[in-house]
């Protein structure tokens, strides 16, 4: 049986945009098994609230039901370099198995992280969604493997904005910033195009 993962930001006490985490694993429920699902967090969101301190991840496993969940200190992983990755990978539901991901990141080389490219358009990095800079406004990719509560925050609130990239107009930008829920846009990790590898 496929069970499922969702990471959860824990600031302060707080699970950090809880309500779209919540939506997601619904979808996630109805699209897998057909049926509408609700899990009851009542008894993670009870336990966050002893970590009043420092950034912590909750990861949550889930079928139809709550199988497991664990929270840790999260520490962000530095990345300065990319490496453009090809595949054909189908991430739209965030599976706990991570071995086709895993297979790609592999092939990163000297790379920290990967950039993957679907039929010739920019998706996701390994871990993270991506949005690129212009020098004027920071685009993210329309077409990424798995559309990020942080991902969705930030094109609610304007800070970025959605188009199809084509892999080979990555350089033509200044530089791509990765952000995923743990990692916010201030905390994103940013590289420069020049530190792309093709």
């Not at 309500?19 to 008894?43: F, N, P, V």
């Not at 840790?72 to 453009?84: C, E, T």
């Not at 992280?113 to 991506?130: A, E, F, P, Q, R």
Request: glycine share 4%; with cysteine.
């Amino acid at each position: 049986m496929s069970r499922f993962i969702e990471s959860i930001q824990l600031k302060n006490g707080q699970l950090v945009n809880l309500a779209l985490h919540e939506q997601r694993i619904q979808r996630t429920i109805e699209s897998h098994y057909g049926i509408k699902g609700q899990i009851d967090l009542s008894r993670v969101i009870a336990i966050a609230k002893n970590y009043p301190k420092w950034l912590y991840k909750c990861r949550l496993v889930y079928t139809q039901k709550l199988e497991e969940f664990v929270f840790k200190p999260y520490q962000i992983r530095p990345i300065n370099s990319l490496q453009i990755v090809e595949s054909q990978l189908d991430y739209s539901l965030k599976k706990e198995d991570r071995s086709e991901l895993n297979q790609l990141f592999s092939q990163r080389g000297d790379s920290d992280d990967i950039i993957i490219i679907k039929d010739g358009l920019v998706t996701d990095g390994s871990y993270t969604n991506l949005a690129f800079f212009d020098g004027q406004y920071w685009w993210t990719p329309a077409t990424p493997l798995f559309r990020g509560i942080q991902r969705q925050v930030l094109l609610n609130n304007g800070t970025i904005r959605e188009k199809s990239i084509l892999a080979t107009t990555i350089l033509s930008y200044k530089k791509v910033k990765l952000f995923n829920a743990l990692m916010d846009w201030e905390n994103a990790q940013e590289v420069v195009i020049e530190q792309i590898v093709s």
